[in-house]
C-alpha cells in the first residue's frame, strides 16, 4: 500500500515541479509524467485556478502553480494514511 500510494505522490510532485519550473511539454519525460499523473489529478480539476506567469515580454516558457496537483497530493496522502490503518486493524 505504501508502494502504491508513494509513486503516486511522487508522480504528483514531479507534475506540480515540472509545471512550476515551466518544462518543455514536448519533451518525451514530462509528457510521460504528465500522462501518467493526469489521472490522479483529474478529480480535483477546478477545485482553485491555476496562476500561471509569463518569463518575459513574449515568453515561450511559462511557470504555473498548479494548486490541482497540490490538493491531489493532500487528498491522495490521506486517504493512503487512512486505508493503511484500516489495513492493519484487519
Sequence with gaps: M?????IIELLLI???VLLFIG???ANTFVTWVYTWSGP???PFAGIFGQHSVAAGQGAVV???FDWT???ALIAY???GAVLV???SHI
Design 2 to 6: 505504501y508502494v502504491v500510494f508513494g
Design 14 to 16: 514531479l507534475r506540480f
Design 23 to 25: 518544462a518543455n511539454a
Design 40 to 42: 490522479f489529478a483529474a
Design 62 to 64: 511559462q511557470s504555473v
Design 69 to 71: 496537483s497540490l490538493v
Design 77 to 79: 496522502a490521506v486517504i
Design 85 to 87: 490503518r484500516l489495513l
